[in-house]
């Protein structure tokens, strides 16, 4: 069923995460209804807004980061492709970032 996608541990932890992430807002959501408040994006948003939004962001780092990599490689003169864990832990920063001050 999943032969189609390359799982690697970077892939996995990915996935993991984000499974967390939709469980721990799922359990806060029902302990604690949000209430719409308005940070740095241009729009009043939820907590649920701002993991989507987050979310996506994180993606399209990683996407990004996966296009580019062999282009870092060349500009920066490196032996190997930089690694993929570099795009996940700027992702989940960026994540927080949103999900904490957006």
Do not use: H
């Not at 970077?10 to 995460?17: E, I, L, R, Y």
């Not at 994006?41 to 987050?54: A, H, N, V």
């Amino acid at each position: 069923m999943f032969e189609w996608m390359v799982w690697t541990t970077p892939v996995a932890v990915f996935f993991c995460c984000i499974a967390l992430m939709l469980v721990g807002m799922t359990v806060w959501e029902l302990n604690s209804p949000t209430t719409l408040r308005r940070g740095w994006l241009p729009m009043d948003t939820t907590r649920g807004d701002r993991l989507f939004i987050g979310l996506l962001v994180a993606a399209y780092i990683n996407l990004i980061f996966i296009g580019l990599a062999g282009k870092l490689q060349e500009w920066m003169s490196l032996e190997a492709e930089p690694s993929i864990w570099i795009s996940f832990v700027l992702s989940m920063v960026v994540l927080a970032l949103v999900m904490r001050k957006g």
